[in-house]
């Protein structure tokens, strides 16, 4: 059974705080994304990496970064996290090419307060 | 740019009662379609996607046509459940090596017993 993972479900954190949101896939796929969802505008891509230490900007990257220094681990950054960060943030991967489906983690719900 | 347009929610159906939730796209080229599903507290899964023009994508009960003459790609169900109420996506294949998606905002279905 394919799996995504995501470090935790919820966090508090406070503005300034550095926060490091983590994915893990297990189904040594290729590419590995991040995305945010809000309320009325469906899901928006931050950033997403096609091999490992490779990454490529998204549609809404500022104020992150990402970090992948392994196949199945991608992380998201959060360098100075501001109250407009607050979101649900899901993690998905795929398989390459050839492959359409991508899968998702359940997802993190962060509050910066 | 490439973008996908689906219905506002909230939808509100009685169990057994016929389902439409409208999804049209702006694309260059013939992208693939899909329809992802996202469960009370959980990420997204694929429900059923179509890669050309006319295919019929269909799982579980639903089903979606692909029609290019009008760009659309409306989710369908005869008789919907209870087990149905979701967040439903409508998305689009962005092309290249990468596969990313350009969602929708989403859809809430609710079905009442």
């Known amino acids: 059974d394919v799996k995504v993972t995501q470090s935790s479900r919820y966090l508090v954190k406070r503005t300034g705080e550095k926060v490091f949101l983590e994915c893990v896939q297990d189904?040594?796929?290729?590419?590995m994304f991040w995305y945010r969802q809000d309320p009325g505008l469906g899901l928006r891509l931050i950033y997403f990496?096609?091999?490992?230490?490779?990454?490529e900007k998204g549609d809404i990257p500022e104020g992150y970064s990402v970090s992948r220094e392994k196949k199945e681990r991608f992380s998201l950054i959060l360098e100075s996290a501001s109250t407009n960060q607050t979101s649900m943030y899901l993690c998905?991967?795929?398989?390459?090419?050839?492959?359409?489906?991508?899968?998702f983690g359940p997802g993190t719900r962060l509050t910066v307060t | 740019g490439d973008s996908v347009t689906q219905m506002e929610g909230p939808v509100t159906l009685s169990e057994e009662a016929f389902l439409t939730i409208n999804c049209t796209y702006t694309?260059?080229?013939?992208?693939?379609l899909f329809w992802y599903v996202q469960y009370p507290g959980e990420g997204l899964q694929l429900l059923l996607k179509?890669?050309?023009?006319?295919d019929k994508g269909s799982n579980k009960g639903f089903e979606a046509t692909y029609r290019k003459e009008t760009t659309s790609f409306h989710l369908e169900k005869g008789s919907v459940q209870v087990s149905d109420s979701a967040v439903y996506f409508c998305?689009?294949?962005?092309?290249?090596?990468?596969?990313?998606?350009?969602f929708g905002t989403g859809t809430l279905l609710a079905v009442q017993p």
């Open positions: 998305a689009l294949l962005y092309g290249g090596a990468t596969n990313k998606l350009i």
């Open positions: 179509a890669t050309k023009a006319d």
């Open positions: 998905a991967s795929n398989g390459g090419a050839a492959s359409y489906e991508q899968y």
């Open positions: 990496s096609y091999d490992v230490k490779m990454k």
């Open positions: 189904m040594d796929h290729e590419n």
């Open positions: 694309a260059t080229g013939y992208p693939s």
